[in-house]
């Protein structure tokens, strides 16, 4: 079979796009004999009524009134034409996107790279999930809970990893004082994927966006949210160009964009081909006990959190459960978690 000839298990008689491709060809020809008829018909007559009699009071002659309602007619069309037109051309292009991204995404998914498998495209898994009517399908709760608690671990991972990598400590990134989670990396793997998910079949511009947007407002939320609760800062990008009151700054609102495309291309469906080996049943208990656990896990962080700033302040501890915070989340314990988190 020819490279430009239909194939039949495509489904239908011929490309799909064969239609549109000739019905778009034939739109310029159309617009350049819609400019010839208005020359023809109203551009001479327009001109002419310019170089005439002024018309008295404003209002034009009969003649006049004719050619104008006529041109008005026409030009009411054209502007219906153009808004159709506009239309259909950021429909084409959508569709022009998405089947190329689709595409690679099929390409990548069939080759290997030396060390690795290349992730499942997100196609593949929104097929499956449907024929296995799993209980993480698409974006639903279980879907959701699930993205929170893997990212609040791999996020601490990969930054622990980095700081070994680029400084040669190692220093907990943790920002929950049981287990090696952190909820603003949870958060971010959340507001992604919601974002970037109607994306997640198009190309990576789209990805790219969204992980820039997504994540600088993210990032200087939780900034914000810290210090207004905490009053403590973990990150401050004062010393960095381009920052916005130190919350956030050009260069990691990049480096979020990038996270963008990894993100949605390769982590998420990843992560998602392993959610679907959960069976549904045993799934749902696992997914309903992770997420109670990490509910008092933040509750726990953030009292023990605020007593440690109470007890820098010298404030003593007004209660017997304040005491029992203070001896179970001491400051030592709290330095070493919260490495770099400051009061100040």
Same mark, same amino acid.
């Given at each position: 079979m020819g490279e430009g000839a239909a194939n039949p298990a495509a489904g239908g008689n011929g490309p799909a796009a064969g239609e549109?491709?000739?019905?778009?060809?034939?739109?310029?020809?159309?617009?350049?004999?819609?400019?010839?008829?208005m020359e023809t018909r109203y551009y001479g007559k327009l001109a002419e009524e310019a170089l005439g009699p002024a018309w008295k009071d404003g209002v034009p002659t009969e003649g006049a009134r004719q050619v104008v309602d006529a041109v008005q007619g026409e030009l009411e069309q054209l502007r219906r034409a153009s808004k159709s037109l506009v239309k259909a051309y950021q429909s084409l292009i959508e569709l022009e996107d998405e089947t190329g991204a689709r595409?690679?995404?099929?390409?990548?998914?069939?080759?290997?790279?030396?060390? %690795?498998?290349?992730?499942?495209?997100?196609?593949?898994?929104?097929?499956?999930?449907? *024929? &296995?009517?799993? #209980?993480?399908? +698409?974006?639903?709760l279980y879907k959701v809970l699930l993205v929170c608690i893997a990212g609040s671990f791999a996020g601490v991972v990969v930054e622990m990893l980095w700081a070994f990598a680029r400084y040669g400590i190692v220093e907990s990134?943790?920002?929950?004082?049981?287990?090696?989670?952190?909820?603003?990396?949870?958060?971010? %793997?959340?507001?992604?994927?919601?974002?970037?998910?109607?994306?997640?079949?198009?190309? *990576? &511009?789209?990805? #790219?966006?969204? +992980?820039?947007?997504?994540?600088?407002?993210?990032?200087?939320?939780?900034?914000?949210?810290?210090?207004?609760?905490?009053?403590?800062?973990?990150?401050?990008?004062?010393?960095?160009p381009l920052n916005l009151n130190g919350r956030i700054c050009l260069t990691y609102s990049v480096f979020w964009g990038f996270l963008g495309i990894l993100w949605i291309k390769d982590l998420y469906p990843r992560m998602a081909k392993w959610i679907l080996k959960l069976p549904n049943r045993a799934g749902r208990i696992l997914t309903c006990a992770l997420a109670v656990f990490m509910v008092w896990n933040a509750l726990v962080t953030c009292v023990a959190a605020g007593r440690w700033s109470k007890r820098l302040e010298g404030e003593a501890a007004p209660s017997a459960f304040w005491s029992m915070v203070d001896e179970r989340f001491p400051d030592e314990r709290m330095e070493r978690i919260f490495a770099n988190m400051d009061f100040g």
């Open positions: 549109l491709e000739t019905l778009c060809a034939a739109v310029y020809p159309a617009v350049a004999h819609t400019r010839e008829e595409l690679r995404d099929l390409r990548k998914s069939r080759s290997r790279k030396w060390y %690795a498998p290349n992730p499942p495209a997100n196609a593949a898994i929104d097929l499956e999930e449907r *024929r &296995l009517n799993h #209980f993480a399908h +698409g974006l639903n990134r943790r920002g929950l004082v049981y287990g090696p989670f952190n909820l603003l990396y949870g958060a971010g %793997a959340v507001f992604l994927t919601i974002a970037l998910y109607r994306y997640r079949n198009r190309g *990576r &511009l789209w990805s #790219f966006c969204g +992980g820039f947007v997504v994540g600088s407002v993210l990032e200087y939320a939780c900034s914000w949210g810290q210090e207004l609760l905490l009053g403590s800062r973990s990150w401050d990008y004062s010393a960095m």
